[in-house]
């Protein structure tokens, strides 16, 4: 009997092993084609088994980067007329929950409201509009009146839904009395207002916190490098940004012991060199409240945000407008490719535009007739409906937390990812399949692999538990470093591509037009360098395959071991290939490269300026 016991406690020790190894992930897909639309999956399970033929995607939880503020949209004047006064009563709080309850739709938890008009409101309004020739420097006639009637109600709906959403305020324009063109519409803040305009951003934050809707958040100027001609906008130059903030609205906030936090920019990432000119002021770089940077997507990559992180890591980077719009050919890619680039990136946030619009893309008073929002609500009959930006933007909203960590993964040829570790220990995997063909790929975390099969132009997200704390983010434009990374790349084989660095500096990712899409290591100086952690040479290689483009000077990749400085076991060329997109593969000898090692890949030249070169993959060959 007791021989029969320990047999039995031995099989339920062994079928209690084998149940905590069989890990199961959740999946849910949408696709180009529209076919399949945030849509759950038949789960799949972590097995043990490595299939060599497939392509892989590692997931390493020990390796952590930026901690995860929201994904989400605006609260515009458009916005909160429809859902409020066209959409049915009984059918308001459906289309609410729809927003930002997670089970009951896609969490949104990040909302950046315009104080006062935009080109998505009816008409022009401020929080301080007075008659030509008036002037009101003690805001003694300020209000939110306007706010009061649909978007304040809302936002306490919203907050009672989801109490984890952050807001944050941003004007398209200071009050026309305040400007040089007497108008929201053009001009610049006159000097002389600077005082009152801080003095507007405190009452705007201290009356929202009186109606029960705190702001975490405030930027000086939404696009402050544009400035329309149909719609409130308003020039402000990098050095008049650090004027105003710096002497002004830091110190009105402080004097006023409010708990919000100010971004500086506001503008697209083609212009990196404003917040860097902003952040480098002693004053703003040595204030606790100056939280970080808002980008948008117009323009430039989002490579730029790592760029600036790299320059003061203690500060975060946050995309704070990405509207959907008829422009885009297929909003699917647009918006996988740039929220898994913007999370790759350092990114806090993930913000759309307008939450909703009606059937005509409206109303609005001037401004964006093309842009499209998380919902659209029929004018004439009230109904709403869920566009593909509520989709999208769902993958990530629903199921990334606020307080997640993003973790380190790999991306795969064709096969972009981002992965992250929420406070309730779920482990989310998201990718895209940036080809024309289904991609097969093993997903490794942890000695598991998950096979998975993307159909073409497909993207999902993959959701499992493991009973382990997140790791804290690490500070410093070296954090990776500082935790070892729980994988090895094999050298010889499949390639290793750029974007799967593990640090980096004076580099930049771009979107890459080579035959597997992905990101591309670009924007090259002398000196740049990619950092490649544990990289298993075996018993030796004998060459590496290099795949380059350059329009610039061209130049020299130095591969070495341990260092920038580090031994060097091969030197491949870099030549000029007639474009930063036309690729060419290069190859060059190899030799003292053995065992594991963390590998460099360093950008050098012999003389000239310019950029060097753009670096998508190499691969290490034994034979």
């Known amino acids: 009997m007791r021989f029969l016991s320990f047999v039995r406690i031995a099989a339920c020790v062994a079928a209690a092993l084998a149940q905590a190894n069989a890990q199961t992930a959740q999946i849910w897909l949408t696709t180009s084609d529209r076919q399949a639309l945030m849509a759950p999956q038949p789960a799949a399970e972590f097995t043990q088994a490595k299939k060599a033929d497939l392509p892989v995607v590692i997931v390493a939880d020990g390796t952590a980067y930026q901690t995860i503020e929201g994904f989400g949209a605006s609260m515009t004047d458009s916005a909160a007329y429809l859902i409020r006064q066209r959409v049915p009563a009984e059918k308001q709080q459906e289309v609410m929950k729809w927003l930002f309850d997670f089970e009951k739709g896609i969490g949104v938890s990040f909302l950046r409201n315009p104080m006062g008009a935009s080109d998505l409101a009816r008409f022009h309004y401020s929080y301080n509009e007075l008659p030509p020739g008036q002037q009101d420097p003690k805001l003694e006639k300020f209000s939110i009146e306007h706010d009061r009637q649909d978007i304040l109600p809302l936002l306490r709906q919203a907050l009672r839904i989801n109490p984890l959403i952050r807001m944050m305020g941003s004007p398209w324009s ?147 407008e990405a509207s959907g719009g008829a422009w885009i050919e297929d909003q699917v890619k647009a918006d996988f490719e740039a929220i898994i680039h913007s999370m790759r990136n350092y990114a806090r946030a993930f913000v759309k535009w307008g939450l909703a619009l009606n059937e005509k893309r409206g109303p609005n008073a001037g401004g964006c007739n093309t842009c499209t929002g998380l919902i659209e609500v029929n004018e004439q009959t009230g109904e709403a409906r869920k566009t593909i930006d509520y989709y999208t933007l769902g993958h990530f909203s629903r199921f990334v937390r606020p307080g997640a960590v993003r973790v380190y993964s790999t991306n795969a040829p064709g096969v972009i990812t981002a992965a992250f570790v929420n406070r309730n220990r779920t482990r989310v995997l998201a990718a895209y399949n940036e080809t024309r063909e289904e991609r097969r790929f093993q997903v490794e975390w942890r000695g598991r692999w998950l096979e998975l099969a993307l159909p073409a132009l497909g993207g999902v997200t993959v959701v499992w538990d493991q009973g382990v704390e997140p790791p804290a983010p690490q500070a410093g434009p070296r954090a990776p470093r500082e935790r070892k990374p729980e994988f090895v790349f094999p050298a010889a084989g499949q390639p290793i591509l750029a974007s799967n660095y593990t640090s980096l500096r004076e580099l930049r990712t771009e979107p890459c037009t080579d035959t597997d899409g992905g990101f591309n290591l670009g924007y090259a100086a002398a000196g740049s360098w990619a950092e490649f952690r544990n990289v298993d040479f075996g018993a030796g290689v004998r060459s590496v395959d290099v795949r380059v483009a350059s329009a610039g000077t061209g130049g020299t990749l130095e591969f070495r071991l341990d260092s920038p400085n580090g031994p060097l076991i091969a030197q491949a060329p870099l030549p000029v290939t007639g474009g930063w997109q036309t690729w060419r593969t290069v190859s060059a000898p190899v030799a003292g490269a053995s065992g594991v090692r963390d590998l460099y890949v360093v950008f050098t030249r012999q003389s000239g300026t310019g950029g060097l070169g753009n670096l998508n993959w190499f691969r290490f060959r034994a034979e």
């Open 174 to 320: 200071a009050p026309g009395w305040m400007k040089t063109s007497g108008s929201m519409i053009g001009g610049s803040l006159r000097k002389e207002a600077y005082p009152a305009f801080a003095l507007y951003f405190r009452k705007y934050v201290e009356a929202y916190a009186a109606e029960g809707v705190p702001v975490h958040y405030v930027s000086m100027q939404n696009e402050p490098l544009y400035v329309p001609k149909d719609y409130p906008g308003m020039s402000v130059t990098a050095a008049e940004q650090t004027d105003f903030l710096k002497n002004h609205l830091l110190p009105e906030l402080d004097a006023a012991r409010l708990d919000v936090k100010v971004l500086v920019y506001d503008h697209n990432w083609d212009r990196p060199d404003y917040p860097m000119q902003v952040l480098s002021d002693a004053v703003i770089a040595g204030s606790p409240r100056v939280a970080g940077t808002a980008w948008h997507w117009y323009g430039g990559t989002a490579g730029a945000m790592t760029l600036v992180h790299m320059m003061d890591p203690k500060r975060g980077q946050f995309v704070t």
